[in-house]
């Protein structure tokens, strides 16, 4: 199994608050994704990084930023969490960008936000 | 509206039938993959299909990405209670943006 750890696995908070997760990864890959996945909509694309310090938005980033500041760790923070963004949080990493045809990426296994 | 649309979106079956799902776009994707998701737990990718027409084998599971790129299917033969799960498709619209179907949650019963 890919190394990737998230942090919190489950957590609870109210609505205006602000929310940091965290994805930990020790395979040295240079791509960090942040999901949400939601029924009936599958796995949406927050942000997505390409480097340390190198981050792009993805489908649904309003509401959201993120940080790299080392390989290994890609933050995601909620400044301001609202009922809407209680889902569940993947991070995903790869070696190569997913359009090349050969390139897989690993999930972690998910944090679930609720926002009360 | 999802780029990606999956059908059926619930299937139950019992063990041992034939089942095929679908994964159906109006848009072209230079790649298209499979990922199996079992609960509380991150989606595996099973296969990724880059070429028009391409068939892949795994097992049990067949992957078929169509002639234009626009669409996939996955058959599985003589279903086990380990394939139950949920699979969803993906395909690159650029370079790092995969889109993601709202997935097939099959059920197998023993």
């Known amino acids: 199994d890919a190394g990737i750890t998230q942090s919190p696995r489950h957590k609870v908070t109210e609505t205006g608050t602000p929310v940091t997760l965290r994805c930990h990864q020790t395979e040295n890959h240079r791509y960090m994704y942040w999901y949400r996945q939601d029924p009936g909509h599958g796995l949406r694309l927050i942000h997505y990084?390409?480097?340390?310090?190198?981050?792009d938005k993805g489908e649904v980033s309003d509401g959201y930023s993120v940080s790299r500041s080392k390989t290994e760790d890609f933050l995601l923070t909620l400044e301001s969490a609202t009922s809407s963004q209680t889902s569940v949080y993947f991070c995903?990493?790869?070696?190569?960008?997913?359009?090349?045809?050969?390139?897989?990426?690993?999930f972690g296994p998910g944090t679930r936000l609720t926002v009360l | 509206t999802q780029l990606l649309e999956q059908s059926p979106q619930f299937l139950s079956i019992q063990e041992g039938e034939n089942l095929t799902v679908y994964c159906n776009s109006s848009?072209?994707?230079?790649?298209l993959q499979w990922y199996r998701q079992e609960p509380g737990e991150g989606p595996v990718l099973l296969v990724t299909v880059v070429t028009g027409g391409e068939v892949k084998k795994l097992k049990r599971l067949t992957f078929q990405f169509g002639d234009a790129r626009k669409d996939s299917s996955l058959h599985i033969t003589a279903a086990q209670p380990g394939d139950t799960g949920l699979y969803l498709c993906a395909g690159a619209v650029h370079n790092n943006d995969m889109r993601f179907g709202a997935g097939t949650r099959l059920t197998v019963k023993p």
């Open positions: 995903a990493i790869s070696e190569s960008t997913p359009g090349a045809g050969y390139n897989e990426q690993f």
């Open positions: 848009s072209v994707f230079s790649s």
């Open positions: 990084s390409y480097g340390v310090k190198d981050t």
